[in-house]
T-cell receptor, first 115, second 112 residues
Framework: EPEVTQTPSHQVTQMGQEVILRCVPI?????FYWYRQILGQKVEFLVS????????KSEIFDDQFSVERPDGSNFTLKIRSTKLEDSAMYFC?????????????FGDGTRLSIL | DQQVKQNSPSLSVQEGRISILNCDYT??????FLWYKKYPAEGPTFLIS?????DKNEDGRFTVFLNKSAKHLSLHIVPSQPGDSAVYFC???????????FGSGTKLNVKP
């Protein structure tokens, strides 16, 4: 069964540095998402992306964050000037349509540790 | 942002019995609700969903009930199996399905 893959599984970065989290969504999917889960807290929506543009974003997704689909297969999340509070699990998800019987498929996440 | 709440952080059930996981929401505009299961070190996996026009959806051992007047949904697992032990998240979205709001999760432990 096709799956969403995320790399790396664990990223350690010095505070203030930029980090890029990578995701390869399921190939025929059209909608892409990033979520994060701070340790012990709920899964939080960050951004959704469709037709090469952001369709929704949360209040968390400020100018520090950006997303890109640089080619036909990758979907990236860039975090600039990382802060300690950016430490979390970041999940990428994709779906093939905004329809009830086509739910999101999640990757296994990237654990981001900011030192 | 507490639009979706799961007030029970954990639940322990004997194998073979029913597990009932609860979820409350505040936004009456939510149009679609989902349950996800999450094992450690893995991403959430879709389990079952329900549209706001229904009050029940069943898929094998899993049934989701929606009470719109109470803004409450629940997931029933019957019979519960040890492999069901995981964290269960409920989530809700508006009509456009572009943004999902997750609850904080309930950790289910099914004892053999």
């Amino acid at each position: 069964e096709p799956e969403v893959t995320q790399t790396p599984s664990h990223q350690v970065t010095q505070m203030g540095q930029e980090v890029i989290l990578r995701c390869v969504p399921i190939s025929n999917h059209l909608y892409f998402y990033w979520y994060r889960q701070i340790l012990g807290q709920k899964v939080e929506f960050l951004v959704s992306f469709y037709n090469n543009e952001i369709s929704e974003k949360s209040e968390i997704f400020d100018d520090q964050f950006s997303v890109e689909r640089p080619d036909g297969s990758n979907f990236t999340l860039k975090i600039r000037s990382t802060k300690l509070e950016d430490s979390a699990m970041y999940f990428c998800a994709s779906s093939d349509g905004a329809l009830p019987n086509q739910p999101q498929h999640f990757g296994d996440g990237t654990r981001l540790s900011i030192l | 942002d507490q639009q979706v709440k799961q007030n029970s952080p954990s639940l322990s059930v004997q194998e073979g019995r029913i597990s009932i996981l609860n979820c409350d929401y505040t936004n009456s505009m939510f149009d679609y609700f989902l349950w996800y299961k999450k094992y450690p070190a893995e991403g959430p996996t879709f389990l079952i969903s329900i549209s706001s026009i229904k009050d029940k959806n069943e898929d094998g051992r899993f049934t989701v009930f929606l009470n719109k007047s109470a803004k409450h949904l629940s997931l029933h697992i019957v019979p519960s199996q040890p492999g069901d032990s995981a964290v269960y998240f409920c989530a809700a979205s508006l009509y456009n399905f572009n943004k999902f709001y997750f609850g904080s999760g309930t950790k289910l432990n099914v004892k053999p």
